[in-house]
């Protein structure tokens, strides 16, 4: 659906301003956007084998704590499939909707071959062991019974910088899309959390952080780092509420938050829009003064997914 980007930003302004804001705005989106249908879980089972590949070790029988459940929890359930004991996602607000999460899993298991061949190079058993758990998820039928049979559990409200779990007690914490949505400051105090929480000599943290302009989604039109033209000022006239917030860190911002925070990068990947290399270059997006003379590479890195762990 195409949606000029400055008309999407007024909606979603006017409805974070509405009391009941977030019902509003999902049921804006049920009838006219991303959730007229049963979601299509594939592409984020594709990214969750992704991280899996780059992390240092099996998930059978690990511990995993989630930043920023959303509506959905495909990537929890992505990693159920790979072995892993157990799920805790956080989230902030109270987003997530048991009719997506089904509708989601309604589609996975109709991609069940495809699930199937992602997971089973991770999961101990191998391709048995991943169509016995989907088996699992092809017989739950409510959201407790899903985090029963799963262990995956899902906290919210709840905040990512001061939680609950012991010291020492996850082996992987991972983001989906979600560290982009929030300050730097609140970042450099959600991995500071992560180094308490995650197993002191094997634990690590991967976070899969989308840096494009969230507009270009619904209006391609515009370049894929178009914000960058706007200062801060003009930028917060599409950007100040919870529906719209995006940090427009760099690379290169988040790697001085990670070492604040005392996390050792052990990988990265950036995926370069080379599109918005030409644009930048050539002048045909203009930067605002806070991003001129930086490198255009950088700039218009779309995707940064990050391996780190306390640093020893």
Known sequence: MFLNWKTKANIQRVCAALPGSESIYYLLQSNLGVFRKDPDPMP??????????????????????????????????????????STDTVDLYRYMKPELVFG???????????????????????AAAVDRRLDVLSQVRTFDELAKRTNIRYHAPADARKTAFAAGSI????????????????????????????????????????????????????????FLRYDEKEWSKYNDNQFAYHNR??????????????????????????????????????????????????????????????EP
């Open 249 to 310: 860190l760099r690379p290169a911002d988040y790697v001085q938050i990670y070492r604040a925070a005392g996390h050792e990068i052990l990988a990265r990947v950036d995926n370069v829009d080379e599109a918005s290399v030409q644009d930048i270059e050539c002048g045909r997006l203009p930067l605002d003064a806070k991003y001129r003379g930086q490198d255009a590479r950088s700039l218009s890195t779309v995707i940064l997914r990050v391996l780190s762990r306390k």
């Open 44 to 85: 984020n089972m594709r990214d969750a084998a992704l991280i899996l590949n780059e992390i240092p070790f099996r998930m059978e029988g690990k511990r995993v704590m989630e930043v920023g459940t959303g509506r959905r929890m495909d990537m929890p359930v992505g990693f159920y499939l790979a072995g892993a004991a």
């Open 104 to 126: 989601s899993l309604r589609n996975l298991l109709e991609n069940r071959i495809e699930a199937r061949d992602l997971f089973a190079p991770h999961a101990e058993g191998g």
């Open 171 to 226: 082996d992987l914490q991972f983001s989906y899309t979600v560290f982009e949505h929030i300050p730097g400051d609140v970042l450099r105090e959600i991995l500071i959390e992560a180094a308490r929480v995650l197993h002191p000599k094997t634990g690590v943290a991967c976070h899969h952080i989308d840096l494009s302009d969230h507009f270009y989604q619904v209006d391609k039109s515009i370049n894929m780092v178009n």
